[in-house]
């Protein structure tokens, strides 16, 4: 099987190779990228049997990752497998990683056991999670309604354009009071937004909504 992985941490890059050398010629890999840039220059010349890549790839020439370089990948590769490296464990933008067209999901913290069984589960053509995040997507789904969770994330989490807008300039750096001013809303309109915005996506802090707006590209 020939694989092309992509993490901007050279040391996680050996970790990987060193684990897939072990299975002798079962995995060979033809590639690596640092960033989004050169993981797209390199799918262009070199053609792979699966795309493992980290999610958060952020370079200082402000190369593509997150939500917006995946959905480039399967725009551009609609067959191509892709496993997502991530120290993200919130659902809802797990659920939006699998709507772009992840077929796995693998946590940083516990790469080596969990890769090779998301490997195997790709490579027969099912959908890989750990149990905790499968649990956390159920949830989720169950408070969007089912299927119509898939359509809204891969829209961008199913926020109204006042929700969103909230999202952006409040993970930007704007406080409420700010945002309000900008948009000539009341303090208490713009706090509600944000909180719905939250209770939308699942998120618990103002650092997963950070997190949020960041890997969905309203802020770079």
Do not use: W
């Amino acid at each position: 099987m020939r694989i092309i992985v992509a993490d901007d941490h050279p040391v996680v890059l050996m970790g990987i190779k060193a684990l897939l050398m072990s299975f002798g010629k079962t995995y060979e890999v033809i590639g690596e990228a640092l960033n989004g840039r050169d993981l797209l220059a390199l799918l262009a010349t070199h053609s792979c049997d699966l795309l493992i890549t980290d999610f958060s790839m952020p370079d200082e020439q402000g190369a593509s990752d997150g939500l917006p370089l995946l959905k480039r990948l399967r725009r551009d590769y609609p067959d191509l497998p892709i496993i997502i490296l991530t120290m993200v464990h919130n659902p809802s933008l797990i659920s939006g990683m699998l709507a772009a067209g992840a077929r796995g999901v693998v946590d940083k913290a516990s790469m080596g056991k969990q890769l090779m069984q998301a490997i195997k589960t790709v490579s027969s053509g099912r959908v890989h999670l750990n149990e905790q995040t499968r649990t956390g997507i159920t949830d989720l789904r169950a408070a969007y309604g089912g299927a119509d969770m898939q359509v809204a994330l891969a829209d961008g989490g199913g926020l109204s354009k006042r929700e969103a807008e909230v999202v952006r300039l409040y993970a930007s750096g704007n406080s409420v009071t700010q945002i309000a001013e900008q948009l000539h809303r009341s303090v208490k309109t713009v706090s509600q937004q944000k909180n719905d915005a939250m209770r939308k996506l699942g998120l618990k802090s103002n650092s997963q909504l950070y997190e949020y707006a960041r890997s969905y590209g309203l802020i770079s």
